[in-house]
């Protein structure tokens, strides 16, 4: 089991340009989830899919930011127009059922950087 | 609403005494679970603990921590911090009924030799 996937690991934009963010769950897993880390706000809550539908978006920055699972084995998150405060690492996790009594795994995340 | 408060952005303690990580919550979520995650420099965060039972010590790694749901608390330690322990420490609490899980903001803990 090669746990979850992120590709790629760095991404250096130019302000105003798109960034693609890719996610490989565990196969098996039903649950993805998506955060984002600063060094400020830690770990921050994007959006989550059960079974690739989209059920809670609530953190995302609702007019740059967007998630898509079109089938069981990825996920993308998509910012266009970035901007330097875009700027984290951007962490997929999966979990078996999407309860979060169960053990969240994560990937090792991609280091967005806007310049 | 519901909330983990880790005190202490940066923890530093000299190799081979002991550390201690605070962690208190609040919540409304029914049988909850709590874990420690920790992520190394460059690495994807990984559950360290987990427990859901009242006043149970769970270990792994050196590493224990007990759920006191009467202080609210799941402070993780170690009798004897390693420079291998150098990271960045989340404590965490998820609920049965819920799909969010609840990251408090993260204790980097720093070993000296």
């Known amino acids: 089991n090669a746990g979850v996937i992120q590709t790629p690991r760095h991404k250096v934009t130019g302000k105003g340009q798109e960034a693609t963010l890719w996610c490989e769950p565990i196969?098996?897993?039903?649950?993805v989830f998506w955060y984002r880390q600063t060094i400020v706000q830690g770990l921050e809550f994007l959006t989550y899919?059960?079974?690739?539908?989209?059920?809670?978006d609530s953190g995302m920055p609702k007019e740059r930011f967007s998630a898509q699972m079109p089938n069981q084995s990825h996920s993308t998150l998509k910012i266009q127009s970035t901007q330097p405060q875009d700027s984290a690492v951007y962490l997929c996790?999966?979990?078996?059922?999407?309860?979060?009594?169960?053990?969240?795994?994560f990937g090792s995340g991609t280091r967005l950087t806007v310049l | 609403g519901d909330s983990v408060t880790q005190t202490e952005g940066l923890v530093t303690v000299t190799e081979g005494l002991p550390v201690k990580l605070n962690c208190t919550y609040q919540?409304?979520?029914?049988?909850?679970?709590f874990f420690w995650y920790v992520q190394y420099l460059n690495e994807a965060p990984q559950v360290l603990l987990k427990?859901?039972?009242?006043?149970k010590r769970t270990e792994h790694q050196g590493f224990h921590a007990t759920l006191h749901k009467s202080s609210s608390s799941f402070h993780l330690q170690k009798s004897s911090a390693q420079l291998s322990d150098s990271a960045l420490y989340y404590c965490?609490?998820?609920?049965?009924?819920?799909?969010?899980?609840?990251f408090g903001k993260g204790t980097h803990l720093h070993v000296l030799p």
């Open positions: 919540t409304t979520y029914l049988t909850i679970a």
């Open positions: 196969s098996g897993h039903s649950a």
């Open positions: 427990s859901s039972t009242d006043n």
């Open positions: 996790a999966s979990s078996r059922t999407g309860t979060s009594a169960e053990t969240l795994y």
């Open positions: 899919f059960r079974n690739q539908a989209p059920i809670d």
């Open positions: 965490a609490l998820g609920g049965t009924n819920a799909y969010k899980v609840i």
